[in-house]
């Protein structure tokens, strides 16, 4: 057995980002920048005005001033001519300044007599007037390659004039169960059976960490039935198998992948729950063998799955450091040989975050997950700890 830290470096040698590809900018969100994004204009592109009202000069402004209006400006249609002292343009929230102009006076603060104002209040400083580029600059940096884009990029981009965006391709990751007990949901079962259930919340996982996900369906327990789910996904960035990598007499998922031209880089992990998880390549596809046991199948996901997935998408992921430290609700008894993750519960408290056990840790209960928002990790031969020691957790959901 390998230990986790040499299981992910293993995992992730030679892994790189994938290429770019050009998407929508409705499209942009959850997706990761392949370049610097930059503006192609400034935005705003011209001195605007923050109000209805009327573009003065500010030396006009006194109280009781009369102005002589000389034109209009709405949104969209600017104002041909300057303004001269003594004049006035009317002005619409969004309309160009005109030349000349240094402030605008709001209309409520006016009287109009025709082609006349009077200002009826004090005027501060010239104000009122959005200027061009303070959102940014032809030419700025929007987004960094590498950063993760949300909901508001889109809009970003698009008022820098850009229809689409370069972002890295998503991993494409196949994958499939194995087992004659194992029934699809609403099927009926014969005695034996089970529904299977793992591949739902593991596609829903993937999918979270920037991975597009297809589901093949679960082989039965035959060499041959599991080497052509192995042959049909081949031409994945990821082939995750879940189930059939133990040591029984139908486990054949390890031997259909070395049948198929696989090469298995390691065959077991020093974790708990997830021992039997495995590692190796077919093609140009890594292969990541997850244990059937719900709970193993999960947990070893969020540990080896998921920093593949992230690092070949493009996103800022250490997974050497993505271990927090809380204090305990509840005490946790040594630990054995094998470094183990237990599911738990993270809340805020008044000093930051207190992390509970979930009450059950068996290795086939998905139930806990409904919960369960974080994993504790506890070292190989970790001591007991009490309620209010401090222990390291990694954020599952």
């Known amino acids: 057995m390998i230990s986790v830290e040499e299981a992910i470096t293993t995992i992730l040698e030679g892994a790189n980002a994938l290429g770019p590809e050009s998407v929508p900018l409705d499209a942009c969100a959850g997706r990761v920048a ?33 102005l002589r209006v000389i034109g209009e400006a709405p949104a969209g249609a600017p104002f041909a001519g ?47 007037i959005r200027a061009a580029g303070i959102d940014f600059e032809k030419g700025d940096i929007l987004a ?16 820098a004039n850009l229809a689409a965006v370069p972002v890295t391709r998503r991993p494409k990751v196949v994958i499939f169960s194995n087992g004659d007990e194992l029934v699809e949901p609403g099927g009926d079962l014969k005695p034996g059976q089970i529904v299977n259930s793992n591949h739902y919340a593991l596609a829903a996982m993937i999918r979270r960490w920037g991975g597009e996900v297809d589901y093949l369906g679960c082989a039965e327990d035959q060499e041959a039935a599991i080497r052509a789910f192995f042959a049909r996904g081949r031409g994945a960035d990821i082939i995750v198998p879940v189930g059939g990598a133990s040591v029984g007499d139908y486990d054949y998922v390890k031997s259909a992948f070395s049948a198929e031209g696989g090469v298995a880089t390691f065959e077991k992990v020093a974790v708990r729950p997830g021992k039997p998880t495995w590692f190796g390549k077919l093609a140009e596809a890594r292969v990541i063998g997850l244990p059937g046991n719900p709970a193993s199948a999960l947990v070893t996901a969020a540990l080896f799955v998921q920093p593949l997935v992230r690092r070949l998408a493009g996103m800022r992921f250490d997974p050497a450091a993505p271990f927090q430290r809380a204090p305990l609700t509840a005490p946790l008894g040594a630990n054995g040989r094998r470094e183990s993750y237990l ?32 994993l504790i990790r506890r070292t190989i031969d970790a001591p007991p700890a009490a309620s209010g020691d401090e222990v390291e957790f990694v954020w599952l959901r």
């Open 343 to 374: 599911r738990g519960v993270a809340r805020t408290s008044t000093d930051g975050f207190v992390v509970t056990p979930t009450d059950n840790q068996d290795s086939s209960l998905l139930a806990p997950f409904a919960k369960a928002n974080v």
């Open 82 to 128: 300057a303004v001269a002292s003594g004049q006035c343009v009317r002005i619409f929230t969004g309309g160009v300044v005109p030349q000349g102009a240094d402030h605008v006076v709001i209309q409520e603060d006016v009287t109009r007599d025709g082609d006349q104002i009077t200002i009826n209040e004090p005027q501060d400083n010239p104000r009122n």
């Open 144 to 159: 960094c390659a590498g950063d993760a884009l949300h909901e508001m990029h889109g809009s970003i981009f698009a008022a």
């Open 34 to 66: 392949a370049v610097d994004v930059t503006a192609r204009m400034t935005q705003p592109p011209f001195a605007a005005s923050a109000m209805d009202g009327y573009a003065v000069q500010s030396g006009d402004v006194d109280e009781d001033a009369t």
